[in-house]
Nanobody, 121 residues
Framework: QVQLVESGGGLVQPGGSLMLSCAAS????????MGWYRQAPGKERDLVAT???????GYADSVKGRFTISRDNAKKTAYLQMNSLKPEDTAVYYC???????????????WGQGTQVTVSL
């Protein structure tokens, strides 16, 4: 059993900052990719940022230069630092991770429950 718990969402004014956290717990042998997706009302869920186990990162063009993804492997936690927030960043943000529970076993995808981020005056 694996659980992902997200935190850090909320209401912020344009130009402000928020940091999201995603902590994985349960039976975990290895964590491959960790990342964040977001879904605005009436839109599809889109990739925001990813980070591999070696620290390699990737970002959607819309957030490059404003968002930074990081991870603490010892804590099994990923972070998304969001700066210079815009109203169009408003969405439910979902944590995603790819986890292997046993040595040599398969890796499976897991999702967090989502956390609301609202950017508004």
């Amino acid at each position: 059993q694996v659980q992902l718990v997200e935190s850090g969402g909320g209401l912020v004014q344009p130009g402000g900052s928020l940091m999201l956290s995603c902590a994985a717990s349960g039976t975990i042998f290895s964590i491959n990719v960790m990342g964040w997706y977001r879904q605005a009302p009436g839109k599809e869920r889109d990739l925001v940022a990813t980070i591999k186990s070696d620290g390699t990162t990737g970002y959607a063009d819309s957030v490059k230069g404003r968002f930074t993804i990081s991870r603490d492997n010892a804590k099994k936690t990923a972070y998304l630092q969001m700066n210079s927030l815009k109203p169009e960043d408003t969405a439910v943000y979902y944590c995603y991770t790819n986890i292997g529970q046993t040595y040599g076993g398969p890796f499976r995808n897991y999702w967090g429950q989502g956390t609301q981020v609202t950017v508004s005056l």
